[in-house]
T-cell receptor, first 113, second 111 residues
Framework: NAGVTQTPKFQVLKTGQSMTLQCAQD?????MYWYRQDPGMGLRLIYY???????DKGEVPNGYNVSRLNKREFSLRLESAAPSQTSVYFC????????????FGEGSRLTVL | EDKVVQSPLSLVVHEGDTVTLNCSYE??????LLWYKQEKKAPTFLFML????IEKKSGRLSSILDKKELSSILNITATQTGDSAIYLC???????????FGTGTRLKVLA
């Protein structure tokens, strides 16, 4: 039972480089999320996708783009990485509606030098 | 602006103690509040509270929603070292499912 799978788990980038974080869920969930977690800041929502083909900005969307490729996959792209984007990124999914419970991936630790 | 505020920021107790963690939420058109436990990696789900389900219990953990005060508490009785973690609370502003999280309470239980 894989649940929510994120890749890569660790990445080091130089300022200005681009990269994509991949996320896939196998629970047939409609909703998917990208959060970032910084020390003392809790989890902050970057982008949200209620269903395939739809995306919506969260609290901190600047510097990021997302793609909801299909129901299973939701990717997060950094076009020009900045040191302020050094963080741990979590992808999550939920069935939406009745339970609202979010299922999280293991996280991706990104360092931008 | 919608926000979720947790207190205390950190807490150190001894095994066997009872702890109470607080979460206050200022979200428009409240629909649900979630509690999570985060150890080393991914947050794991504990409880969801709604207007129709204001009290939940699982083993030594319990949670209550106070709709009037716009707050929730998470109680842990007879704490164990395995309860050491960050406890996160999240609110659902305007029923959008775009959950916003508090900064968390870091609990350390000493043997």
């Amino acid at each position: 039972n894989a649940g929510v799978t994120q890749t890569p788990k660790f990445q080091v980038l130089k300022t200005g480089q681009s990269m994509t974080l991949q996320c896939a869920q196998d629970m047939n969930h409609n909703s998917m999320y990208w959060y970032r977690q910084d020390p003392g800041m809790g989890l902050r929502l970057i982008y949200y996708s209620a269903s395939e083909g739809t995306t919506d900005k969260g609290e901190v969307p600047n510097g990021y783009n997302v793609s909801r490729l299909n129901k299973r996959e939701f990717s997060l792209r950094l076009e020009s990485a900045a040191p302020s984007q050094t963080s741990v990124y979590f992808c999550a999914s939920s069935r939406q509606g009745h339970t609202g419970e979010l299922f999280f991936g293991e996280g991706s630790r990104l360092t931008v030098l | 602006e919608d926000k979720v505020v947790q207190s205390p920021l950190s807490l150190v107790v001894h095994e066997g103690d009872t702890v109470t963690l607080n979460c206050s939420y200022e979200v428009t058109n409240f629909r649900s509040l979630l509690w999570y436990k985060q150890e080393k990696k991914a947050p794991t789900f504990l409880f969801m509270l709604t207007s129709s389900g204001i009290e939940k219990k699982s083993g030594r953990l319990s949670s209550i929603l106070d709709k009037k005060e716009l707050s929730s508490i998470l109680n842990i009785t007879a704490t164990q070292t395995g309860d050491s973690a960050i406890y996160l609370c999240a609110g659902d502003p305007s029923g959008t499912y775009k959950y916003i999280f508090g900064t968390g309470t870091r609990l350390k239980v000493l043997a």
